[in-house]
């Protein structure tokens, strides 16, 4: 989990600014769409422009602004929005193109080998991952109309049933191959209520829902549409094994990649009962949850 130091009330505003398209996504995403549609194509490409205030913001009162990075966060939303764009008279039937390829890759990369966090103070770089995801959401939902991605924070009883479910079908096997490899290692921690319930909903909300997004409504959804499901399910959960080789540790950390891995397919399989971002990030939640109390 990305956990945010350093956090002045500048950072709660910009932090809260950076929530509000996720939001607006997360609880209108048909009305927000149709409102960007009537806009002027160039008006279109041109608004993700606005993510750069974030950056400006930060930098400004930080004392550490930069051209370069100006122009980095001004231009590559949209020029995601410009590709995208292209895509959608490209591919109409929404089967996956180069350039929704290139845009994936990019992200994904920038988050998982930290390309852009010296731009950042030190203990603020979930706001540039919460900008990134700003951009794609724009791109994939406002510009490419992707369908199926299901992200949707209207939680339904079934988000609930599903998520559970497949934590239950994981949990088993990830305790036993966890100790027998030596990753995990039992301890004792009853955390206060309250405290592990703002745990659960942080874990949500800035680790769950981003990474389920990424990997289930944007990467498995494309490929799904080239290869099928079961494909689709392995190949998306390779690559969220592959994402955690540089997670607590110096070198390739195989044990987290096989077990991520694992993971995977059960997120995967949450998401893809109903096409539900909120189910597969509350079984992705649990299990990071009681990782992190322990494990």
Known sequence: MVRMSNVTPVVIAVL????????????????????????????????????????????????IFRWQWFALYALL???????????????????????????????????DLRWLDVAWPAGLRGLNNLLLVDAGLYGFLA?????????DFHLHWSDWKTGLRELLFFAPAVLVLGLAL????????????????????????????????????????????????RAALVIASVLFGLSHFNKRSAHFNWRYVLLATIAGIFYGRAWRERRRVPASAITHSCVDWLWSWWF
Request: glycine share 6%.
């Open 16 to 63: 809260v600014a950076e929530l509000m398209p996720a939001a607006a996504f997360g609880f209108a995403e048909e009305r927000v769409a149709r409102a960007v549609a009537r806009l002027p194509l160039a008006m279109r490409v041109a608004l993700p422009a606005l993510l750069v205030v974030p950056y400006v913001v930060i930098a400004a009162t930080q004392r």
């Open 77 to 111: 939303p949209v020029l995601m929005a410009w590709l995208l764009a292209q895509a959608t008279v490209a591919d109409p039937d929404q089967r996956g193109t180069w350039r929704d390829a290139l845009i994936l890759l990019t992200l994904g990369l920038a988050v």
């Open 143 to 151: 510009i490419r109309r992707l369908t199926g991605t299901g992200f």
């Open 182 to 229: 030596g990753f995990l290692h039992a301890h004792s921690n009853v955390p206060a209520m309250g405290k592990a319930a703002l745990e659960w909903a942080g874990i949500f909300v800035f680790v769950a829902v981003p990474e389920e997004l990424f990997f289930r409504a944007w990467v498995q959804n494309l490929l799904e549409r080239r290869v099928g499901r």
